[in-house]
């Protein structure tokens, strides 16, 4: 079985471009994101206030959050029920950064992304993936966009388009105050592909990662 591992910045395209490379490669996509949004989502269900988390509660929160497989991808759920929704919340976007702090919660989810890909060929993004998750990963690739781009896209993904200046300026700090803190998990393998997406356009970006994939394969 194969593994691309596809690792970046918050906002650098992760997700979206693993879930394009996996329909053209016939794989399935893992989000570990999604996981810890899922977590996140439980704790909030468990203790309103966030500064009382610990990990030991996040965890025990977390611990009937399962990945079910789709047709193109895996998603959590929680007591039998989709979380998608639920997990795109202003709450949980505001939480989920202090709960993928927690080494616990990390190894948590490292260890429910593993179990998705046994016996499967899929496309995994999130932090740690080449590294920690996969280091023996088929392929590895490390996207990388200027800090100001990035808030451009994660502004539009929201509808905030025209943006004012003061918006992006806003967005932008709070892109570089997230990338300090994730600084440790944000370290691309030694043997990572880095593409720089600033000037890329998605299709642009997928075609690149779709075709060494299939160089590597060859």
Not at 21 to 36: E, F, I, P, T
Not at 94 to 116: C, D, H, T
Not at 186 to 202: E, R
Request: no cysteine; glycine share 4%.
């Amino acid at each position: 079985m194969s593994v691309i591992a596809i690792d970046g910045p918050a906002a650098s395209g992760k997700s979206s471009t693993a879930q394009q490379v996996a329909d053209k490669l016939g794989y399935l996509h893992v989000d570990s994101g999604s996981l810890y949004r899922a977590a996140t989502a439980a704790a909030l269900r468990r203790e309103k206030d966030p500064q009382r988390w610990s990990a030991q509660l996040v965890l025990e929160a977390a611990r009937p959050v399962e990945l079910r497989a789709a047709r193109t991808s895996f998603y959590p759920v929680l007591d039998g029920r989709p979380m998608e929704e639920e997990i795109r919340s202003d709450e949980v976007t505001r939480n989920v950064s202090r709960v993928a702090q927690m080494q616990p919660v990390r190894e948590w989810v490292n260890g429910l992304v593993r179990k998705s890909a046994e016996r499967r060929n899929v496309v995994v993004d999130g932090r740690d993936m080449g590294t920690a998750v996969f280091p023996d990963a088929d392929l590895k690739i490390f996207l990388v966009a200027d800090s100001r781009e990035r808030a451009l896209r994660r502004l539009r993904q929201r509808g905030h388009e025209p943006a004012s200046e003061q918006t992006v300026a806003d967005e932008t700090m709070r892109l570089n105050e997230r990338d300090a803190r994730d600084a440790r998990q944000t370290v691309p393998a030694a043997d990572a592909v880095t593409i720089d997406t600033t000037a890329l356009t998605q299709a642009e970006q997928v075609e690149q990662i779709v075709s060494l994939s299939r160089l590597r394969a060859s």
